[in-house]
């Protein structure tokens, strides 16, 4: 694994360096500012340093206590900051304190996640500690179990806990024993599986404009998932902070109250707003805002037997094939069961290719699903919602922040 620091001005630039050197596939180890040095140091602006880390096959994942601390905190540190960051113009004095007020919020973190640790830590040493079980009379005995298989037990159930599937947590822990060496430190073990986890998850996918011309983006999922709320979330992202020009449509026909709530919030952000209920209607919109930056869609729930349901939505979806850059995201509520869950992508699946928006994370302790679909399909994440808040409670899929509340961690 190769690890390397990149300097820069903003840890924006410093990650894009990072990229162009060593590729896309780094995983941000860890964040933090760099103090100027020299006479007139007082006089420059600060810089951020990024430890970046790059998986190779031919070598195997390495990391230490501190690395780990390091990683989980930094995650969360850049989580905060990108929260409760603003595009403001900001003169030298308040740039000054905020700085300082952001020191001071990744050491009131940093501790957090530190005590975090250390009831990972503590519970694995209750583990070490339980009498061993009165083995079976088999007339042969058991192999004993070292500390550091325990402790590879322990993250394994953590991860059961945490709903992920029994199929995809065995398939990580082999993976896992397949690079570490025998009696591995603890802090080696967690780094790795931290690391193989991340890039599991790959790289979220939001919605991105398009090359030229509309970007037209579908929002497809059962009833009762929170689509339109989504969609609302995501124009005011785009209308009011990027002040792109947006147009919402609605194709769910069947549900009146689902067509006036997005009606509402158009009237809202000041945006068109129309039902469509056929192809040649897509085609006239598209006509109408061809010089708009996105136009998003809200789709009708449908059974999984409904076949007719099936069919309008594929035409509609596939009409503006070969002609605008398109694309689609299956909505899905985080408190389905992951039976269920199966069900409802293997049926939307037939309809099109899509990304993944998950909602209601509020409503759940578990986000073991979250990794589960992202197997089960191979679709990336773009984004997910843990609120009714319009537009707020909504963000990028993060997989260090979900990463670390598989191990165990909270937020």
């Known amino acids: 694994m190769i690890i390397k620091k990149f300097t820069a001005k903003t840890e924006k630039e410093a990650i894009e360096n990072a990229r162009a050197e060593l590729g896309e596939g780094v995983v941000v180890m860890n964040v933090k500012p760099v103090k100027n040095k020299g006479l007139f140091a007082f006089l420059k602006s600060p810089m951020m340093e990024v430890t970046v880390a790059l998986e190779e096959e031919s070598e195997k994942l390495t990391a230490a206590v501190s690395a780990i601390n390091s990683v989980i905190a930094s995650s969360q540190n850049k989580e905060e900051e990108d929260a409760k960051s603003t595009p403001v113009i900001e003169t030298s004095e308040r740039r000054d304190r905020d700085n300082s007020n952001i020191i001071k919020e990744r050491r009131e973190n940093n501790s957090a996640i530190e005590e975090k640790l250390d009831s990972l830590q503590s519970l694995l040493e209750q583990q070490l500690q339980k009498p061993e079980e009165e083995k079976e009379e088999s007339g042969e005995e058991e192999k004993e179990e070292t500390e550091t298989d325990k402790f590879m037990h322990l993250l394994h159930d953590t991860m059961l806990e945490n709903e992920v599937d029994e199929k995809y947590a065995r398939e990580i822990m082999d993976e896992i024993e397949l690079i ?183 409503e759940t302790t578990t986000l073991g699903n979250l990794l589960n679909l992202r197997l089960y399909t191979g679709a990336s994440l773009s984004y997910v919602t843990y609120g009714q808040n319009v537009p707020d409670d909504i963000e990028d899929f993060n997989p260090q922040k979900t990463v670390k509340r598989l191990l165990g961690g909270k937020n």
């Open 180 to 362: 570490n060496k025998p009696n591995i430190p603890f802090d080696y073990a967690l780094a790795n599986i931290y690391q193989k986890m991340i890039l599991k998850f790959g790289k979220p996918s939001g919605i991105e404009p398009a090359s030229n011309g509309i970007k037209l983006v579908f929002f497809i999922g059962p009833t009762g998932v929170g689509k339109t709320t989504t969609i609302a979330k995501i124009a005011s992202k785009f209308r009011v902070d990027e002040k792109k020009k947006v147009a919402l449509l609605t194709a769910d026909t069947y549900r009146i109250a689902a067509a006036e709530q997005l009606r509402t919030y158009a009237n809202i952000l000041e945006v068109p707003f129309r039902v469509i209920y056929t192809v040649e209607e897509i085609n006239k919109a598209l006509e109408d805002f061809k010089d708009y930056d996105y136009i998003l869609i809200d789709t009708a729930g449908h059974s999984h037997q409904n076949t007719t349901q099936k069919d309008n939505m594929r035409n509609i979806i596939h009409s503006v094939d070969d002609r605008v850059e398109s694309e689609v995201h299956l909505v899905l509520s985080a408190t389905t069961k992951y039976k269920d869950l199966i069900s409802i992508a293997d049926s939307y699946k037939e309809m099109a290719d899509y990304k993944l928006i998950f909602t209601k994370l509020d």
